[in-house]
Nanobody, 114 residues
């Protein structure tokens, strides 16, 4: 059974940077579509960024130019590099693997102070 282990988020000041990682167990990582979501306080979950099995990426408009999703096939890990953070980026961030079905990692809190 695939499991996703998400790195600990944290508290960062506005304009700062933070990187999240999501490491997958199992053997199917290279064939999967990986996504990062977030859920701001009191709001619905929203897609932040996605990367296909071949490395094509897609971003929500509100993070374009600031966030970068990438993946390391050897480490079976997907990353989310977040730059230029602002308080509106405060949320619980979640990693998701899409392969026949969705597998979710645990959420990690990212808090951006003004």
């Amino acid at each position: 059974q695939v499991q996703l282990l998400v790195s600990v988020g944290g508290l960062v000041q506005a304009v700062g940077s933070l990187s999240l990682s999501c490491a997958a167990s199992g053997t199917i990582f290279s064939n999967t579509h990986m996504e990062w979501y977030r859920q701001p306080p009191g709001q619905q979950r929203e897609l932040v960024a996605a990367i296909t099995s071949t490395g094509n990426t897609n971003y929500a408009d509100y993070v374009k130019g600031r966030f970068t999703i990438s993946r390391d096939y050897a480490k079976k890990t997907v990353y989310l590099q977040m730059n230029g953070l602002n308080p509106e980026d405060t949320a619980v961030y979640l990693c998701c693997m899409v392969f026949a079905r969705r597998t979710w990692g645990q959420g990690t809190q990212v808090t951006v102070s003004a």
